[in-house]
């Protein structure tokens, strides 16, 4: 089945230039940190953010494993705290998928107030043209509150800024999960 992280995949694989700062806002178990870590190649930098020791781990063996270039950062903090790490305007591309670490308590997942405040400030870390791909799981244990607080602001941002596509699994049962892609216009 193809998946929501394999569509959003593409247009990170389309975004990211060698020498491109990248930020994955939620680690997980660091594929979307691999993929950037690549395509950012050895001048590039990747900083990933998780408030799970765990998926530090699963992420540090992860990218030792598969030999990527030693051009990322893995932090345990909050995403909600990105612009402490880099600057306004000097990200090309920053990855979400919200909801909790697979295989580990649903009760440590992503919340509402701290992943609208991570999206506002990734919107600032952005520069022009860059890329911000959201995937939000509406299922679970919060995940309807958050889709509930981020699409509303997803929804007000201005349309001369930035282009904001919400698709959608319209085959699929259930509550399947939605990708956002936003590109920042100026």
């Known amino acids: 089945m193809y998946q ?11 975004q990211v ?31 990933a953010f998780d408030i799970q020791e765990k998926a530090l781990q699963n992420t540090k063996k992860r990218l030792l494993e598969s030999g990527v270039p030693d051009n990322y950062r893995l932090i345990l903090d909050s995403h909600s705290h990105m ?6 305007g000097s990200a090309g ?16 997942a992503t919340k509402p107030d701290t992943s609208l405040e991570a999206v506002r400030q990734g919107l ?3 520069k022009k043209n860059g890329l911000m791909s959201l995937c939000i799981y509406s299922g679970g ?19 001369r800024r930035y282009l904001v596509i ?21």
């Open 4 to 14: 929501i992280t394999d569509w959003c995949r593409h247009f990170i694989q389309q």
């Open 141 to 159: 244990d919060t995940g309807f509150e958050e889709r509930n607080t981020l699409l509303p602001f997803l929804r007000s941002l201005d349309p």
């Open 17 to 47: 230039n060698p020498g491109d700062l990248c930020i994955d806002a939620t680690m997980g178990n660091g594929h979307d940190t691999e993929l950037l870590c690549r395509l950012a190649g050895e001048h590039g930098k990747v900083l």
């Open 166 to 186: 919400l698709s959608s699994y319209y085959n699929r049962p259930n509550h399947p999960p939605i990708p956002i892609l936003i590109r920042k216009l100026l």
């Open 93 to 108: 591309c920053i990855v979400f998928n919200l909801g909790y670490l697979p295989g580990t308590d649903h009760m440590l």
């Open 124 to 126: 600032a870390l952005l």
């Open 83 to 88: 612009l402490h790490y880099a600057d306004a």
